[in-house]
Nanobody
Framework: QVQLVESGGGLVQAGDSLRLSCAAS????????MGWFRQAPGKEREFVST????????YYADSVKGRFTISRDNAKNTVFLQMNSLKPEDTADYYC???????????????????WGQGTQVTVSS
């Protein structure tokens, strides 16, 4: 079974930066895409960013464009999320996800992903 382990979360002040990492281990598979979702207190889970490995295309939610950058290490099945200019509204549990297929129509939908991590908490104070 594939396991996804997130790291890099923490407590920071507004304007600071964090870099989240997600490493996949266990059963090997061809990852078509890996991405990030988040769930803030009292809110539903929302899409943050995804990277399509075959083409190197990246996708971002409007709320994080220009501030967050997704990248990957294909050989290690690892994805990163560089978060700059953090705001209090970025406070959430961040979840890593991986998919063995990619759909341009479903990349922002959780239904596309086969595997999910346990999450890492990001708290941004004002």
């Amino acid at each position: 079974q594939v396991q996804l382990v997130e790291s890099g979360g923490g407590l920071v002040q507004a304007g600071d930066s964090l870099r989240l990492s997600c490493a996949a281990s266990g059963r090997t598979f061809s990852s078509a895409a890996m991405g990030w979702f988040r769930q803030a207190p009292g809110k539903e889970r929302e899409f943050v960013s995804t990277i399509n490995w075959s083409a190197g295309r990246t996708y971002y939610a409007d709320s994080v464009k220009g501030r967050f950058t997704i990248s990957r290490d294909n050989a290690k099945n690892t994805v990163f999320l560089q978060m700059n200019s953090l705001k209090p509204e970025d406070t959430a549990d961040y979840y890593c996800a991986a998919s063995t297929y990619f759909s341009s129509a479903l990349y922002a939908r959780g239904v596309m992903y086969n595997y999910w991590g346990q999450g890492t908490q990001v708290t941004v104070s004002s």
